[in-house]
């Protein structure tokens, strides 16, 4: 599976939108970006995924370039909850199911 | 849809014994199951692979003998932890592939596992 690099931590003002980035370089044409998030002492949520076409969701909006090297999750109105730490994660997905693979992710602290 | 249900959410037990957590897939068949741990600060570690009716796939410097895995029916897979000791104490966490709305992954809840 490719890797992905993520800003180790970001922060967000409750209310406002929250855009976390990820890069995946080596993304396959066959490889799905995944995203999930995970609230201290809980297992991973899943929030969103594509292949290249932008995804919108009741969470959250997922924007990946033209090339595919590159995508930004969107928490359009972050709330408190939405503190955690998210994983962007490439995966053959589909019919496929590989093992996923969790970089370091990014901890979003959202303040009021 | 697509629910693993995972437990104990907590466990605390004496070195030297066995702990089972277990996985269930209540809405959905998981074929295969992926177990994690994870360790304060850290980001969540592959340790094995499941699959239903055959032997599992340990990543590399996991042992088999320690983390005993099985899959015996298509909506159960469980890990045993057997003579736990200290350096165990850690976040179990399993996974399974599914079909449904093509989510991909589902994650059971996590078991927080303490070895005094």
């Known amino acids: 599976d490719a890797k992905t690099t993520q800003p180790p931590s970001m922060d967000c003002a409750e209310g406002r939108a929250a855009n976390l980035p990820c890069n995946h370089s080596?993304?396959?044409?066959?490889?799905?970006v995944y995203w999930y998030r995970q609230i201290h002492s809980q297992g991973p949520q899943y929030i969103i995924h594509?292949?290249?076409n932008n995804e919108t969701n009741e969470m959250a909006s997922l924007i990946i370039t033209e090339d595919r090297k590159s995508s930004t999750l969107i928490l359009p109105h972050a709330t408190l909850r939405d503190t955690a730490v998210y994983y962007c994660?490439?995966?053959?997905?589909?019919?496929?199911?590989?093992?996923?693979?969790f970089g370091q992710g990014t901890i979003l602290t959202v303040h009021p | 849809g697509a629910v693993v249900s995972q437990h104990p959410s907590r466990v605390i037990c004496k070195s030297g014994t066995s702990v089972k957590i277990e996985c269930r897939s209540l809405?959905?068949?998981?074929?295969?199951m992926f177990w994690y741990r994870q360790f304060p600060k850290q980001s969540l570690m592959l340790m094995a692979t499941s699959n239903e009716g055959s032997k599992a796939t340990y990543e590399q410097g996991v042992e088999k003998d320690k983390f005993l895995i099985n899959h015996a029916s298509l909506t159960l897979s469980t890990l045993t932890v057997t003579s736990a000791h200290p350096e165990d104490s850690s976040f179990y966490i399993c996974?399974?592939?599914?079909?449904?709305?093509?989510?991909?992954?589902?994650f059971g809840s996590g078991t927080r596992l303490t070895v005094v």
């Open positions: 594509g292949l290249k």
């Open positions: 080596t993304i396959s044409g066959n490889e799905y």
């Open positions: 809405d959905f068949q998981a074929t295969t």
């Open positions: 994660i490439v995966n053959a997905g589909g019919t496929s199911y590989g093992k996923l693979t």
């Open positions: 996974s399974a592939p599914h079909d449904r709305g093509n989510y991909g992954y589902t």
